[in-house]
């Protein structure tokens, strides 16, 4: 562990990260527009979708699209890659931290299949010489810091993902995120605390503890049981994208702050639809954010009524009246 658990910024390298709590990656939910929308509440350090070190390396539009990030971005976004390949690993590295990223995240816990088809993600974890000569050739070749995030065996008393960590670190990998459940658990089920914690305490690097986060409480008490440095917070932001800096809030001061007002929030949604707009033009935002209202109105309470118009939503003008509608205080109280 290097990193006291109750200091407020993280030395990843030569890189501050400026707070303990982080938005995971999510493919899908956490590119450029989203992340933004988090920072207008408070995120120290987030991190893109896993993007294709292949797509990259043959500078495939949909792929590098990936790579749009801005000012009111969170202040340190690592790009997470993935791959099977040396070369195009070490290629994408160089091409992520061009584009301005101060870090290079490697994902390493990806169980899809067609991720895991390719011996890259979760199935690279697994497999501890072309895992060695990856590290080494990305670290060798990337100009910032690299990180990884992996996630536990299915056995408890399999300790490969100790070892897996051992392995990054002495390749020069600057800090990791252990996502504590099993592969085969997939999101749900219990986090093996004591898994993350003998990796957060044996490797001389930071770790992000990640993995079914909802709260404030849940955060404080993912950090203490598994002595990790931080924290990371992925499907609950979704829905409260001011949670990552509740959580901040509450570490710090032991209060949670006020939750935004609803016409707060959706500014907030507003602002993050025109950053959508601004990247992918109006028609091709507006498809997307369905995806993000209904998680957006999920997380908060009396608007299940507007579920069926946040489905449908087809230009800038149906999110801004829906958002109109959601600004309202629901019938039963503020
Ligand atoms: C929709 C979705 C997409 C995800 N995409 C990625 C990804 O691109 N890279 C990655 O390392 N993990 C990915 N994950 C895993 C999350 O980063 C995180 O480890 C997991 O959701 C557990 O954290 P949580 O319980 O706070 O959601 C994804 C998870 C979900 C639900």
Redesign the pocket.
Known sequence: MAEASNSRTIKVGTVEVPGRVAL??????TEYPFRAAVATFGCPYAVT??ISAEGLVRRNRNTLRLLARGDDDAPVVAA?IFGARRGGMAEAAKIVADAGFPLVDV?L??PAPKIRKQEAGAALAGNAVALRRIARAVVAASPVPVTA?M?LARDPSDKSTLAAAKLLSEEGVAALTV?GRAVDQG?RGPVDFYAVKEIAETVPLPVWA????ETPQDAEALLKETAAAGV?????AVSRPYLINDIETYLADGAVPAAPSRAELAEAIMFHFDKAAALDGEERAARHFRIHLLAYLKGARGAKALLPRAARVACRRDVADLLEEFAKPPEDGP
């Open positions: 995971a990656p999510l493919a899908g939910y979708p896993l997470q994902n816990g990806c995030k996630r996502h999101l990640n993995g079914g986060v990371m917070v992925g499907r609950a």
